[in-house]
């Protein structure tokens, strides 16, 4: 069995357009990735890598989630989570190794969103739709797959465990 943790770069500096990648967290941002850090951490499923687009809030997203993880853990960027749609987006998770049976992989609305809610095939609904409804920044998608191979990822082929946002964990 696959896991897949996709999670939404958190709160970043204003748009500009003309330095995209370039833009860092802002202080809400960083409180909010530590905060859902601590939620990933104690998953009873250990992480095996942490994925990212290579867009500056992206990495350091992933770099504060790091922190709560076991140290050497496998930081990889993959390109084409930047920008992508959400066909580039699945086409990225389904080229992921298969050594990696549990990878969280942080990247960008409006594709990691969509194919959050495209994988979600089954789990609780109420969840599926509050996800399908808004999946903010440093919001997370658990999704479980019964596959071996993440080439055999499939829309509508994945169960959702849960579905957290930093609000969400303020009201645990």
């Known amino acids: 069995m696959l896991r897949l943790l996709l999670l939404r770069h958190a709160k970043a500096a204003p748009q500009d357009p003309a330095h995209d990648r370039q ?50 853990l ?21 080229a992921l190794g298969d050594e990696h049976a549990c990878p969280l992989v942080v990247g960008h609305n409006p594709s990691l969103g969509e194919v959050a809610i495209r994988l979600a095939g089954a789990g609780d ?24 191979h993440w080439a055999d990822i499939r829309e509508g082929g994945g169960r959702l465990v849960a579905f957290v946002t930093p609000a969400s964990l303020a009201d645990d």
């Open 23 to 72: 833009r860092g967290l802002i202080e809400r941002g960083r409180s909010d990735a530590a905060r859902v850090a601590g939620y990933i951490a104690a998953q009873k499923r250990p992480v095996d890598a942490i994925i990212h687009s290579g867009a500056r809030r992206a990495e350091e997203t992933a770099m504060i989630v790091s922190r709560e993880l076991p140290k050497g």
């Open 74 to 94: 496998p930081i990889l960027i993959e390109p084409r989570l930047y920008e992508a749609t959400a066909s580039q987006f699945l086409t990225a998770l389904r």
């Open 125 to 148: 609904r109420s969840t599926r739709e509050r996800m399908a409804a808004k999946f903010s920044t440093s919001g997370l998608a658990i999704l479980d797959f019964e596959t071996k």
